[in-house]
C-alpha cells in the first residue's frame, strides 16, 4: 500500500530505479549539504544509505567537530593525530587486557597453592587432634 495518492518511479539511467513516494528535490541546489551517516548493506550488490540534509547536516558535522575537539583537548594532540592516538589507545588497551588476564590467572594459582598447602606453619592451618 503506498503511503498518500502518487507513487512515483524515479530512474537514474544506468544505476537503479525505484518506486518511492518520498520527498524529492527538482534539483540537488534545492537540498544542500548532505551528510552520510550510516551504509548498510541489504542484499546483493544493494546498499541503503542513511543520510541527513540541510540544517540538520550542519548539525551532525558541528557535532562532529566538537567530539574531535574535545578528544584533541583530553588526549593533548593535534587533530591531525587523532586517529594515530586512538589505534594507539586501542592496541595498548587490548595489550593490557591481555596481560591483566594472565595476572589474574597467577594470582589464583597461587591463592590456590597458599591454601592447598599442608603446613602447620600455614596461618590457616588448623590441628584437629
Not at 595489550?95 to 597461587?110: G, N, P
Amino acid at each position: 500500500m503506498v503511503p498518500g495518492n502518487e507513487l512515483r518511479v524515479v530512474n537514474i539511467a544506468g544505476v537503479d530505479t525505484e518506486a518511492c513516494c518520498g520527498t524529492h528535490a527538482d534539483n540537488t541546489a534545492e537540498v544542500g549539504w548532505i551528510k552520510i551517516i550510516k551504509s548498510q548493506r541489504i542484499s546483493d550488490g544493494i546498499v541503503r544509505l542513511y543520510y541527513v540534509a540541510r540544517e540538520r547536516a550542519i548539525e551532525v558535522l558541528n557535532n562532529e567537530t566538537q567530539i574531535l575537539t574535545n578528544l584533541c583537548k583530553t588526549w593533548g594532540v593535534d587533530q591531525n593525530q587523532i586517529d594515530q592516538t586512538a589505534n594507539r589507545f586501542f592496541h595498548e588497551y587490548k595489550r593490557l587486557t591481555t596481560v591483566t588476564k594472565k595476572q589474574d590467572m597467577q594470582i589464583l594459582t597461587l591463592q590456590v597453592k597458599f591454601l592447598l598447602k599442608d603446613d602447620s606453619q600455614h596461618p590457616y592451618f588448623v590441628r584437629s587432634d
